[in-house]
């Protein structure tokens, strides 16, 4: 299935139709999408996708570092010894802290401005310290769940390779002026490796730790329902106020 997945992906790709589709949506979305400076287009697009990781996938990060956390400090005794776990486990609670602090309104999660529209040039230089501080983040994310995957479920890279699917699919999107112009109905892949990870991640908890269940359980629900508000606001938003 994945030769057969692979391959399909190559014939699309290199198809004659496809790169026809491609240079009229280029013409038509970011003409500059192919001619821009390489250092550009790769800034361009790694801001891009950071912004879609932290400021588009709802409560699925904040969710996903609080179980990590949690996880690490049931288990202390185990990471107690473990500098890096300590590190990861300051600086998931310091980034979730940041992320509910800079998601104030329902209806737009936007933690901090990672100036992602296309072709701006002489960027803010605080917008750096945000830009390597949350790569900073998402790299202490795959280190948290190597530590729980290590430690707890046994198969060490599983949880870490799940989440770098996450990253990549994420990432497809600055492939193509396209899927640039289709904003976040491109994360609903991700969106859905997020959630998977999660549920991981809560299996562990309520199987290993029957006390902490209902916590667990209700944080879910209550992040569930918090993203199905902001994703109905931004779907009803645009039609409000028309006749039907």
Do not use: C
């Not at 250092?39 to 609080?66: F, V």
């Amino acid at each position: 299935q994945s030769a057969i997945t692979a391959l399909a992906s190559a014939i699309s790709y290199l198809a004659v139709g496809n790169r026809k589709r491609l240079a009229a949506e280029t013409a038509h979305y970011i003409p500059d999408f192919q001619s821009a400076p390489i250092l550009h287009r790769i800034e361009w697009s790694y801001r891009w996708l950071i912004d879609a990781l932290i400021n588009h996938m709802g409560y699925i990060m904040p969710t996903l570092w609080i179980l990590i956390v949690s996880i690490i400090l049931l288990n202390w005794k185990k990471f107690n010894s473990q500098i890096l776990s300590k590190v990861a486990v300051v600086s998931l609670t310091v980034a979730t802290a940041l992320y509910f602090r800079g998601s104030s309104s329902i209806d737009g999660l936007n933690v901090f401005n990672f100036y992602v529209k296309w072709g701006v040039e002489g960027l803010p230089k605080i917008s750096y310290l945000y830009l390597i501080f949350w790569t900073i983040i998402l790299a202490l994310t795959v280190l948290g769940l190597y530590f729980v995957s290590k430690e707890q479920l046994k198969e060490r890279w599983m949880l870490p390779a799940i989440f770098m699917g996450l990253i990549v699919s994420a990432g497809l999107m600055t492939m193509s002026p396209t899927m640039y112009a289709s904003g976040e109905r491109t994360m609903f892949l991700p969106a859905t490796i997020g959630i998977v990870i999660i549920t991981l991640l809560s299996g562990y908890v309520i199987k290993n730790h029957q006390n902490y269940k209902l916590v667990v359980v209700t944080l879910i629900v209550s992040f569930a329902s918090i993203n199905y508000l902001i994703l109905a606001t931004q779907i009803v938003t645009p039609f409000l106020g028309y006749p039907f």
